[in-house]
């Protein structure tokens, strides 16, 4: 069975931490794009960041540049966000998704598998 389970959110105060992780079962992770995305209430599906299949290419919104990083640990099928500097724009539910083929993409149609979400809060 072809499985993505986010984990990891919760609340934090702004200036916070937060490392999220994805983990995958039924794909290797670095056989396809891994996207991190968001969506707030009342707001579209984002894509936050990305990191491609073979050569680990990563990406990033403009608005979390800097703050936040991707990761992929092949020996966990594990793909992680860590964010730094949480804001009080950034609270969402974040998914991650799979893609196949290496290239990420900023839009959630291309991809095929995706996490149940994990709550980030942001709040002091």
């Known amino acids: 069975q072809v499985q993505l389970v986010e984990s990891g959110g919760g609340l934090v105060q702004p200036g916070g931490s937060l490392r999220l992780a994805c983990a995958a079962s039924?794909?290797?992770?670095?056989?396809?794009?891994i996207g991190w995305f968001r969506q707030a209430p009342g707001k579209e599906r984002e894509g936050i960041s990305c990191?491609?299949?073979?050569?680990?290419?990563?990406y990033y919104r403009d608005s979390v540049k800097g703050r936040f990083a991707i990761s992929r640990d092949n020996s966990q099928n594990t793909v992680y966000l860590q964010m730094n500097n949480l804001e009080p724009e950034d609270p969402a539910l974040y998914y991650c998704?799979?893609?196949?083929?290496?290239?990420?993409?900023?839009?959630?149609?291309?991809?095929?598998?995706w996490g149940q979400g994990t709550q980030v809060t942001v709040s002091s």
């Open positions: 998704a799979f893609k196949d083929g290496e290239k990420c993409s900023d839009y959630p149609y291309p991809y095929n598998v």
């Open positions: 990191i491609s299949g073979r050569d680990g290419t990563t």
């Open positions: 039924g794909i290797t992770l670095d056989g396809g794009a």
